[in-house]
């Protein structure tokens, strides 16, 4: 993607004003619109195409949760990043059951947020570290109520296992190419095999079977 579509989302003009100013300093990274109400912001989404919003959660006239969701439902190619000042482990893992693809706090560093769009535009997640670890001890937390998995998954071959490794510790597409000195093409087929194979949806969920199998340490 040479560049990437934006739309701002948050109540504040000054938080706005500021995200324009750090965002628009990127080549590869053009603001489309603002809005500052969940209604402008479904509005926007279908007038003008974003690649990607970066949503805040308090709104107005709705939650950005709920904006996340209805956006999913109508524009599921469009990516949304949370941007907010909630930490709280509820709010992060409704914002991720909504479909966002990125969760970061405003007391981020500026490269996190830089760093987050990349991964949205490139169909990766991004979790900020902090919540990385609540997913992982979410996890681990029900791991022993857990059905069984499948006896007759079908079996992964060598590099759909060193891709899956990977994929599991946070790597992109374009890192695992060039640490296994493939394709990028190459990386998104075994990543949509292994999948396929493994019944996964999501990263979450590949990292949560790379937990339980011993592939990577929580």
Same mark, same amino acid.
């Given at each position: 993607?040479?560049?990437?579509?934006?739309?701002l989302?948050?109540?504040?003009?000054?938080?706005?004003?500021?995200?324009?100013?750090?965002?628009?300093?990127?080549?590869? +990274?053009?603001?489309?619109?603002?809005?500052?109400t969940? $209604?402008?912001? %479904?509005?926007? *989404?279908? !007038? &003008?195409? =974003?690649?990607?919003?970066?949503?805040?959660?308090?709104?107005?006239?709705?939650?950005?949760?709920?904006?996340?969701?209805?956006?999913?439902?109508?524009?599921?190619?469009?990516?949304?990043?949370?941007?907010?000042?909630?930490?709280?482990?509820?709010?992060?893992?409704?914002?991720?059951?909504?479909?966002?693809?990125g969760?970061?706090?405003?007391?981020?560093?500026?490269?996190?947020?830089?760093?987050?769009?990349?991964?949205?535009?490139?169909g990766?997640?991004? +979790?900020?570290?902090?919540?990385?670890?609540?997913?992982? $001890?979410?996890? %681990?937390?029900? *791991?022993? !109520? &857990?059905? =069984?998995?499948?006896s007759?998954?079908?079996?992964?071959?060598?590099?759909?296992?060193?891709?899956m490794?990977?994929?599991?510790q946070?790597?992109?597409?374009?890192?695992?190419?060039?640490?296994?000195?493939?394709?990028?093409?190459?990386?998104?087929?075994?990543?949509?095999?292994?999948?396929?194979?493994?019944?996964?949806?999501?990263?979450s969920?590949?990292?949560?079977?790379a937990?339980?199998?011993?592939?990577?340490?929580?």
């Amino acid at each position: 993607m040479s560049e990437v579509r934006l739309l701002l989302v948050d109540d504040h003009a000054v938080v706005r004003t500021g995200l324009r100013m750090l965002l628009e300093s990127q080549s590869d +990274l053009r603001i489309i619109g603002e809005a500052s109400t969940g $209604a402008e912001a %479904l509005e926007m *989404a279908e !007038s &003008e195409k =974003p690649h990607i919003i970066v949503m805040d959660i308090t709104l107005p006239d709705m939650s950005g949760i709920e904006v996340t969701r209805r956006l999913k439902q109508t524009h599921p190619e469009i990516a949304i990043v949370a941007l907010t000042i909630h930490e709280d482990e509820q709010y992060f893992f409704e914002m991720l059951q909504a479909g966002a693809a990125g969760y970061v706090p405003k007391r981020a560093a500026p490269d996190d947020l830089i760093g987050a769009i990349r991964a949205a535009a490139v169909g990766e997640i991004y +979790l900020y570290p902090s919540l990385a670890k609540a997913l992982v $001890a979410d996890y %681990l937390s029900h *791991a022993g !109520s &857990e059905p =069984p998995q499948n006896s007759l998954e079908e079996p992964l071959t060598p590099r759909e296992e060193e891709v899956m490794r990977l994929v599991a510790q946070g790597l992109t597409n374009d890192e695992i190419a060039e640490q296994l000195v493939i394709s990028r093409h190459t990386v998104a087929r075994h990543r949509e095999n292994l999948m396929r194979k493994l019944g996964l949806h999501n990263r979450s969920e590949l990292v949560k079977y790379a937990i339980r199998k011993g592939i990577i340490a929580p």
